[in-house]
């Protein structure tokens, strides 16, 4: 008898405690401002026909992950995902999302770079600059740029990026410059990188680094942000898939250090996934590791 008020007992017990796992409420995760790349759901969003199929679904979906923003990354002719900037702009807040920045460059031809010749270039400019006005965006970013032959080159593509970015400032957005591994190589015995860091003024140009690219160099870039404070408006936060995935990118130390980097703004990307979970789901994962972090702070950006 005993033994059986024991076993009921027990089993009250055990049903009472799994009730009251089951309807615990879900511990909800810090807000943080954080973006988004959109390059990362390409797949979903990637052009105008996908962006006019899957935008309003996927800019909810971002809103509910805790994202606070977006970056673009088809800027055209002067439209985004083939809608015009005011509609882009309406598109992102409708979702609670805030449009912060954008990819977008215009290269030079090898005769322009001879010429030191940037007119048509600057009329380009002009366009793109006007359009990311209208969308809203705070920043454009020039998201790639092959390494120069040799320094007098390289110093065209300086004068270059000092032009783009004095006529941003004028017209009241930052530019930046978003780097691969590939600027980390040698010019004529020099650190490509550091000599854009060097002959580019601050107020014409910050730096967007990513950081798992540069680790994937063999740079710290810790190093970078103490050597060159404050150049590092924004950042990529970004690992091989989904962000803490790898342990390869010390997240801890790179947030440690922002105020150093003269962070403002980070935005997360994931170039894709290792086959076994959607993207949707990874984007989400890194979301959540953002947000359960204790080295992120709820906000970078300056007032």
């Known amino acids: 008898m005993k033994k059986y008020i024991l076993l009921l007992l027990l089993?009250?017990?055990?049903?009472n405690a799994t009730a009251a796992v089951k309807t615990a409420p879900k511990k909800e995760l810090p807000k943080k401002e954080m973006c988004l790349q959109l390059y990362s759901i390409r797949d979903l969003i990637g052009d105008a026909q996908l962006y006019a199929k899957n935008h309003v679904k996927v800019f909810k979906q971002l809103a509910a992950m805790g994202f606070t923003g977006v970056?673009?990354?088809?800027?055209?002719?002067?439209?985004?995902?083939?809608?015009?900037?005011?509609?882009?702009?309406?598109?992102?807040?409708?979702?609670?999302?805030?449009?912060?920045?954008?990819?977008?460059?215009?290269?030079?031809?090898?005769?322009e770079v001879k010429n030191h010749d940037f007119t048509e270039a600057m009329k380009w400019w002009d366009q793109c600059i006007a359009a990311h006005k209208a969308a809203g965006m705070k920043y454009i970013v020039t998201p790639y740029c092959g390494v120069p032959k040799n320094l007098t080159e390289g110093q065209v593509w300086c004068d270059y990026h000092n032009a783009i970015g004095q006529?941003?400032?004028?017209?009241?957005?930052?530019?930046?410059?978003?780097?691969?591994?590939?600027?980390?190589?040698?010019?004529?015995?020099?650190?490509?990188?550091?000599?854009?860091?060097?002959?580019?003024?601050?107020?014409?140009?910050?730096?967007?680094?990513?950081?798992?690219?540069?680790?994937?160099?063999?740079?710290?870039?810790?190093?970078?942000?103490?050597?060159y404070p404050g150049r590092f408006r924004m950042l990529h936060i970004k690992d091989k898939y989904e962000l803490g995935e790898s342990g390869m990118v010390g997240f801890d130390a790179i947030f440690r250090h922002a105020s150093e980097a003269g962070l403002e703004n980070f935005v997360v990307e994931l170039e894709g996934t290792d086959g076994t979970i959607d993207i949707m789901e990874a984007v989400k994962r890194s979301a959540n590791y953002i947000r359960s972090s204790n080295f992120v702070k709820a906000s970078y950006s300056k007032k």
């Open 11 to 15: 089993t009250l017990f055990i049903g």
């Open 71 to 111: 970056e673009a990354a088809n800027y055209d002719n002067g439209k985004f995902y083939g809608v015009t900037p005011e509609q882009f702009k309406t598109d992102v807040e409708a979702a609670g999302l805030k449009v912060v920045s954008s990819h977008a460059t215009r290269g030079l031809s090898d005769e």
């Open 167 to 227: 006529k941003c400032r004028e017209n009241g957005i930052k530019y930046g410059y978003h780097s691969h591994s590939h600027e980390y190589q040698k010019v004529d015995g020099q650190v490509w990188y550091d000599y854009m860091l060097n002959h580019i003024a601050p107020e014409n140009m910050f730096f967007e680094m990513d950081v798992y690219w540069a680790v994937m160099a063999q740079i710290s870039p810790v190093s970078y942000f103490k050597k």
